[in-house]
Each structure stands twice: as structure tokens, then as C-alpha cells.
């Protein structure tokens, strides 16, 4: 029996003229996601994407999992394949739902039938292969009222395909339609939610980490580098770059006022962050800031921080609270990493009553005192490693 995925696009149908191109890039999303699965002809047709393995020892449950992870998916089913005979889909239907009809109670059948040379109507379909379970399967009630299992017949032009169910997808769109951004990760629970969130709107990721040794660990980064695995689930592969940022913070540390270490240790990871970004060709930078969350969160705060800046900063949870940001960050399994105590940059030299109130003026003063700036900035910039996240 030959199972294959059946894939229907989300809000891809809206976008018209566009259509093809969006089209095009999931399924050479779905390609390169399931490439380290085994082989799979993935064929579009009639709105629907099929996803067909090419061998028969492919694990159809691994399939399934990594295709819920796929942005621009609204709902996807695993269906059997069957020869455009009813005497075939009948038989098809009862050995494949086996499995299933032996935990359900109820069902009913339904049947599309795009294919209008099929001989029988779909209340034809529905009923023949309605009657032939209903007799295999005696002790489970049809109910076409309040099924717990909805069987659908779907005679398409190649085959008839038979499933037991659709399974929510990830929704939003491709990634790689929505342009490139650069997203500044921390080790903390906000930034690979942050993440996430603007892959799910199409934005391919490359990712910065700030990082301070001694001061911050080599675990730290370690920690990082996992969450962006987890996040890559969804995001698909990125790459990674350190920037090693000891000397900058230790400038700050030895020449401003402790008020003010916070908003200008920021406003350089801006500044830096951009420099990377647009050397990547990246259109954007995103943060997992949340207003009010801290000091550095202020609405004046992030003003001064982004004066720092000409590129457009994406904060997509800028008006969630923490419970709302952990809900997605255990629902994409970052939360348990996240959690690990390892130190930050951004909690090494913390001054004890920071400006919630900067004013810009006062800021720039302060940051005007490093002499060398402009230098350190160059040699963080020229000093970033570059990992492979995949
Ligand atoms: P998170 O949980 O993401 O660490 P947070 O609530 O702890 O966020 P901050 O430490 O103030 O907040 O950081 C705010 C944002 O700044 C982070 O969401 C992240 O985008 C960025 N950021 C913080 N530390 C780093 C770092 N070491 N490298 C890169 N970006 C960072
Ligand atoms: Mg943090």
C-alpha cells in the first residue's frame, strides 16, 4: 500500500499574481526539509501538493512530523493511493484503515470527485465504500451526524486517494518569500520565539549572538547555538555569527556612567548587528523585546536604541507578556533550553539603577566618551565567527 501526503496551501491562496512564486518556494521548501528523510517526488496539481515517497522504507510518521513544521501549510493529510477503480478503493480503504477503525467508534464517508470521467457520483463513492467498512468493521457505528472519523474518498486525475483526517499545519507563509532579516539571540526565552515568529511571516533568518568571555562561557554560546537548532526546525538552516564583544562592554564599563551602561551596551549591538546584517543582505534586524518587560524595554529606551540604527527593528512580541511568549516558546520546544542558567552579556556589568527614562542627548555624551569606539567597533566586526546552524 503506498501512503503519501497531501498537502493544502494556507494563505498562499490569496496572494494572486504571486501565487506561482510562493507555490514554487514551498515546495522547494518541502524538497530540501525532507531531503534528510530519503528521496520523495513532490508534485503540484489542482491546489493540492502531493509529497510521494520514491521507496517503499521511508518513515511516513518522521515525514509527517517534518511537514508540520513547514510554514505556508495550512492543513495537511496522509492518504493511501489507490487505482481509480472502485473495487480497488474499496478494498484500499479497509486494509488501510485498520489501524484506525480499531480505536474509533463512529464514522462516516465522504467523496470528492475532481476527476468528472469517474463513473460513479461522490454519493456513490460515499455509500460503496461507506457499506464495504461498515460490513468489515461491524463494531463501529456509522454516524453522519457527529463522526469521530471522517473517512474521504478523493478521485483526482492521477489516483483515487483515500484519508482518515486532516492535521493542522504550521500556517503562515514560505520562508524565503518574505525577505531576509538578521534576528539578535540571546540564550533567553524572548529572542528564538521572536524567531520563529518572523520565519512563520516568511523572513529567512541569519542570526547574531553578542558574546563576552570571559565573562560569558563557552556553554553559553553552546546554549545558543541549540535553541537555533530548535528554531531552524522551522526556520530551516541559518547561519550564525559571534561577535566577540568583551572589549566594547569593558570600554563602557570604564568610561560612561554606570546609569547608562545598559542603553549604549545596546545601542552598539545595534549599530554592530546592522553592519553584519546588510553585509548578509539582510533587510532588517529583529529582537525579542516586550514593552516593559525591563529597563531597557521602555518605550524610551528602545527610542535611544534605535537611533542607534537605520535599518527597520522587527519586535514581534512587543505586546505579549512572559506567559503568552512561554506558551509558544514550550509549544516549539525552546523553552527547556532557554531556561539553563548561563550567563548573558546583557547581565554582565549590570548597572544597579539603570535609565528607564534615557534622554538622547544625555545618552550620546555618555557614549562620546569612548575614545576608541569607532576602532572597537571595526575589530568586533572583523572578529565574528561564523557558525553553521542546520
Ligand atoms: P531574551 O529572553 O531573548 O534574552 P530578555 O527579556 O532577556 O530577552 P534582554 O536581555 O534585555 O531581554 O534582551 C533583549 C533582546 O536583545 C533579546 O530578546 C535579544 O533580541 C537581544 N539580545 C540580548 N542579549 C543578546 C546577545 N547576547 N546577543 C544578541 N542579542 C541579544
Ligand atoms: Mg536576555
Known sequence: MKEVILI???????????????????????????????????????????????????????TADCIAGIFGIAAFSRACVAEKDIGSIKETACRYLEDTFS?????????????????????????????????????????????????????????????????????????????????????????????????KRGIELTAIHFA???????????????????????????????????????????????????????????????????KNDCQALITGESLGQVASQTIGAIACTDEACQMPVFRPLIGMDKEEIITISRKIDTFSTSIQPYEDCCTVFTPRHPRTRPVLKNVLAQQDKISDADSLIREAVENVRITDIS
Open 103 to 199: 480505536t474509533t467508534a463512529s464514522f462516516k464517508v465522504e467523496a470528492k470527485r475532481s476527476d468528472k470521467q469517474f463513473p460513479l457520483t461522490s454519493p456513490q463513492i460515499a455509500q460503496e465504500v461507506g457499506g464495504c467498512l461498515a460490513e468489515r468493521f461491524p463494531d463501529v457505528a456509522v454516524d453522519v451526524h457527529h463522526p469521530e472519523t471522517v473517512v474521504t474518498v478523493e478521485i483526482r486525475e492521477d489516483a483515487a486517494y483515500i484519508h482518515a483526517g486532516v492535521i493542522r499545519g504550521a500556517g503562515g507563509i514560505p520562508v524565503g518569500t518574505g525577505g531576509k532579516a538578521a534576528i539578535l539571540i540571546s540564550g533567553g526565552i524572548d529572542s528564538p520565539v521572536a524567531a520563529y515568529m518572523m520565519a
Open 212 to 278: 563576552s568571555p570571559p565573562y560569558t562561557s563557552e556553554r553559553a554560546e553552546e546554549k545558543v547555538r541549540q535553541l537555533l537548532e530548535k528554531v531552524a526546525v522551522y526556520s530551516g538552516g541559518m547561519k550564525m555569527y559571534t561577535v566577540p564583544f568583551t572589549r566594547l562592554q569593558e570600554a563602557i564599563r570604564d568610561q560612561c556612567h554606570e546609569e547608562y551602561f545598559t542603553i549604549i551596551m545596546r545601542r552598539l549591538m545595534m549599530t554592530i548587528a546592522q553592519e553584519i546584517a546588510r
Open 8 to 62: 493544502k496551501l494556507g494563505e498562499i491562496v490569496l496572494k494572486g499574481l504571486n501565487r506561482k512564486s510562493f507555490e514554487d518556494r514551498l515546495i522547494k521548501n518541502i524538497k530540501h526539509r525532507l531531503h534528510r528523510i530519503g528521496a520523495f517526488k513532490v508534485r503540484n496539481a489542482q491546489s493540492i501538493i502531493t509529497v510521494e515517497p520514491v521507496f517503499d522504507d521511508i518513515d511516513m510518521d518522521e
